[in-house]
């Protein structure tokens, strides 16, 4: 797929088939995670992969939107340090956005549907996972084939227009 066609084809995806990720495919949305840019080259992630479906189960628990968890082939939580400077924070929470959106062309382009979930409760998240007490879960990404249909262009997205989103030389 092309660059564009995998910006205009990705979608988030919830219900996925039973088909499993090859770990060749996986691993290259791993590596477009991991090079990612960051601030001033930071790079304060990891990721942790997640394939066993009782995992997947019990992570769904971390937040009422992350029912979709339970039936993907994969996820990937995205780790961070966490820290009690608010610039940082701000730095780490823009960089994992990057990241995240990284995985979901990366997984477009191999025709591998995403959905993401923010995580609430932490310390379950931290007890499945078991990730440091100085980290957190920055976003939980689930990935495997669509259930209801392949990716492909989307001829009319659902999107405001975009004379009405795009402002040249000020508002």
Do not use: C
Not at 76 to 85: G, Q, T, V, Y
């Amino acid at each position: 797929m092309e660059t564009w066609d995998a910006i205009t084809s990705r979608r988030n995806v919830r219900e996925f088939t039973d088909r499993p990720i090859t770990e060749e495919d996986l691993n290259r949305i791993l590596e477009a995670a991991r090079r990612t840019p960051s601030s001033r080259n930071s790079q304060l992630w990891d990721f942790i992969v997640i394939t066993d479906p009782e995992q997947l189960r019990r992570l769904t628990g971390v937040w009422r939107g992350a029912w979709h968890l339970a039936g993907a082939a994969v996820a990937i939580a995205l780790i961070a340090p966490d820290s009690d400077d608010e610039a940082t924070l701000r730095s780490i929470h823009y960089d994992m956005g990057q990241v995240t959106m990284s995985i979901t062309l990366a997984a477009a382009d191999l025709g591998i549907g995403t959905g993401h979930a923010a995580v609430h409760d932490q310390g379950l998240a931290r007890e499945i996972l078991g990730y440091p007490e100085d980290h957190f879960t920055s976003w939980l990404m689930s990935l495997g084939y669509p259930a209801d249909r392949p990716l492909a262009p989307i001829k009319n997205p659902s999107r405001r227009p975009f004379d009405e989103v795009v402002h040249w030389g000020g508002w």
